[in-house]
């Protein structure tokens, strides 16, 4: 089970507005279609702009990790706004955009951790907002050189994304306490998401799924009535949500449903 959450979608939408942030929704999506099986693995939107995956195998090592890896590769190597036709206009876009994804945006196109970068460009912690964003400007609009006296690259808007995941590898096993259990799913991935948000974002964070499910009733061989069925990675769920219970269906229809939506 993995979050998928796109990196300051909010500066997107206020930058650039919502036409184009749903455009960037709907090119992840596709990058997720395009890339995981229909007939095993689910995707679903589980509000704004996170995404939610249950994979059955994603990868031949049998590492969850693996997958993901790649899904995170191509979502920033094949997702981009494609609304900035030049320099000019993405440098001015550049002056509305807020520090924190400035310098992420300078820090991929570079292939340097965002610290590194802060560090080359001077900028100290608890510094100000506004000067902070000055020092990135400079770095995007190649005012300021590298340590090897070329210039930072900085050529558009890339789509970054942070993921937290949980691997569960016990088979042919099935639960009736389907809400309890997919909480506990949810907040664990969500916490590991936390971590990548923590650490600047785009990354991923993952390990195994560390509940204890022994006391859950169970029945072997045959599927529970509305129960989770985590050999087929198949769920039809009514989950509790900030106190109000909420019917939550992950089916692959949903994001062909999330592509064709205007």
């Not at 960037?24 to 095993?40: F, I, S």
């Not at 992420?104 to 292939?111: D, H, R, T």
């Not at 050529?155 to 088979?171: H, L, N, P, Q, Y």
């Amino acid at each position: 089970t993995a979050f998928i959450d796109i990196d300051y979608f909010k500066a997107i939408n206020d930058l650039f507005g919502h036409k184009v942030g749903d455009e960037v929704l709907k090119k992840v999506a596709r990058v997720l279609k395009e890339n995981t099986r229909p007939d095993t693995d689910i995707i679903g939107r589980w509000g704004g702009e996170e995404l939610i995956m249950v994979l059955s195998s994603i990868s031949g090592s049998g590492h969850p990790k693996t997958g993901l890896e790649r899904i995170h590769r191509l979502i920033r190597d094949e997702v981009y706004l494609g609304v900035l036709d030049n320099k000019d206009e993405v440098l001015k876009a550049a002056e509305g955009a807020i520090y924190d994804w400035l310098i992420l945006q300078v820090a991929v196109q570079n292939n340097m951790p965002i610290k590194n970068l802060e560090k080359e460009l001077g900028i100290l912690e608890g510094e100000a907002e506004a000067d902070k964003r000055k020092k990135a400007l400079k770095a995007a609009k190649g005012e300021t050189k590298k340590l090897d006296g070329t210039s930072y690259t900085f050529k558009g808007w890339v789509i970054t994304a942070s993921m937290g995941a949980v691997d569960f590898k016990r088979e042919s096993k099935f639960f009736k306490d389907r809400e309890k259990i997919f909480e506990m799913f949810i907040e664990q991935a969500d916490k590991k998401l936390y971590v990548v948000k923590h650490n600047g974002r785009n990354g991923i964070e993952s390990g195994p799924f560390t509940g204890d499910l022994n006391g859950f009733d169970s029945a072997m061989g045959a599927q529970t009535d509305g129960g989770i069925d985590f050999k087929s990675d198949k769920m039809n769920l009514n989950v509790k949500n900030n106190g109000g219970e909420i019917k939550f269906h992950i089916d692959p229809q949903m994001l062909q449903q999330l592509q064709d939506a205007p």
